[in-house]
């Protein structure tokens, strides 16, 4: 099948720590995104990439940290200096015109 | 950076009525793209409209753009239960910031159908 796959579904944060957020497609699409979404909220665009090895930030990339090694793959690190960051988060990859997304990962703090 | 704004951000009807988001923009686009979320899942692409189009269909979907008010309209006909989701639009340009193509969302439209 092809798409875009994030892991895990749901994650666990303890203040202080870091943790980094899976995002793989099959799609053969060179961009790549992360948006979190907010209880009520659109998405708000935190990083993307238009090629490996580079990648620029969104609105909000503070507190966030990215990687593009390969194609496939855009994780995304959520930093212990992201104050609040107990949200959903949305990676996506887009073709010539439309965006594909992940089903998303629920981080909570705890 | 750009945004699209739907409105209403909540909208309840009886199914078999038809139902009307709009959205609006800020500046030029390459085209633009409306969206649908199921509550706690990834966004999933309905129907594109270029800016040189000024409607478009696709099955009970219709779509308008107008680009000299810089607003768009989608309407789902016949509703159904099954409909009930948030509605996104997404406007298609360069990212004013990295010069590259890139969706700017709205905050979306919460869609209840009513059986």
């Known amino acids: 099948d092809g798409g875009i796959t994030q892991s895990p579904k749901y994650l666990f944060r303890k203040e202080g720590q870091n943790v980094t957020l899976s995002c793989e497609q099959n799609l053969n699409h060179d961009a790549m995104y992360w948006y979190r979404q907010d209880p009520g909220q659109g998405l708000r665009l935190i990083y993307y990439?238009?090629?490996?090895?580079?990648?620029q930030k969104g609105d909000i990339a503070e507190g966030y940290s990215v990687s593009r090694e390969k194609k496939e793959s855009f994780p995304l690190t959520v930093t212990s200096a992201q104050k609040n960051p107990t949200a959903f988060y949305l990676c996506a990859s887009k073709g010539p015109t439309e965006a594909f997304f992940g089903q998303g990962t629920r981080l909570t703090v705890v | 950076s750009q945004q699209g704004e739907e409105d209403p951000q909540a909208l309840s009807i009886q199914e078999g009525e038809n139902a009307t988001m709009n959205c609006s923009y800020k500046t030029s686009i390459n085209n633009l793209q409306w969206y649908r979320q199921n509550s706690g899942r990834g966004l999933v692409h309905l129907i594109l409209?270029?800016?040189?189009?000024r409607e478009k269909h696709s099955g009970r979907l219709r779509v308008t753009l107008d680009t000299s008010k810089k607003s768009s309209s989608l309407l789902i006909t016949a509703s159904r239960a099954a409909d009930t989701a948030s509605y996104f639009c997404a406007t298609d340009s360069y990212y004013s910031g990295g010069g590259a193509d890139g969706l700017t969302f709205g905050k979306g439209t919460h869609l209840i159908i009513q059986p």
């Open positions: 409209i270029r800016s040189n189009e």
């Open positions: 990439s238009q090629i490996v090895n580079d990648f």
